[in-house]
């Protein structure tokens, strides 16, 4: 991280009381901007706790917030807190933004085929069965129609489809193209 002089803004330090808690010792400002970006009076407690709260060697060093940040530094029970102005961090949230929908995406993906492994225990299966010979009486349907209309994956609608064949309770009527289409057996 570049440290630039002119982004620092103010400076605070918060005390500990026993009795009372976290308190502000003194503060100093060196612009007239951090009365619009933060009231150091109403979030002493609340900087006390998010940089001294938590487990040992846990704790934050600095915590951005959209206008501004701070750095911290803990003596004893006090706490030096120095509030900043990011230069030039808009780019950098941009790409940070793009990078976490990514994961985002990617971990629902995930999640999405995790769940449609879990969703096969014999109750579901048994279901899905009934529902597809009831949806096949009188009518033809593809392979893919009936795997899009489920939600399931290509080798799960497969195994089914085998199954209600072997079973006889369905039949293969047509093949167009690459799709199989299946009707009921009466």
């Known amino acids: 991280m570049k440290f630039n002089e002119n982004e620092l803004f103010g400076a605070a330090l918060i005390g500990f009381d026993m009795i009372d808690g976290p308190f502000l010792k003194w503060k100093k400002e060196f612009e007239n901007t951090s009365k619009d970006l933060v009231n150091l009076d109403d979030f002493s407690m609340n900087f006390y706790l998010a940089f001294r709260g938590g487990n040992v060697g846990k704790k934050p060093r600095a915590i951005l917030y959209d206008k501004f940040y701070i750095v911290a530094f803990p003596k004893d029970l006090e706490l030096c807190c ?12 941009t790409q940070l933004s793009k990078i976490a929908n990514r994961i985002i ?19 579901t299966i048994e279901e899905i069965e009934r529902l597809i010979v009831n949806l096949l009486s009188g009518t033809e349907m593809s392979t893919p129609e009936l795997r899009r209309y489920f939600k399931l994956s290509n080798s799960q609608i497969w195994k089914l489809m085998s199954n209600l064949e072997n079973a006889q309770r369905i039949k293969r009527t047509e093949k167009k193209g690459r799709s199989v289409f299946w009707t009921a057996i009466i």
């Open 82 to 93: 120095l509030f900043m102005k990011p230069q030039g961090i808009e780019r950098n949230i």
């Open 105 to 123: 995406t990617e971990m629902e993906t995930i999640d999405e085929e995790k769940s449609d492994s879990d969703d096969s225990d014999e109750d």
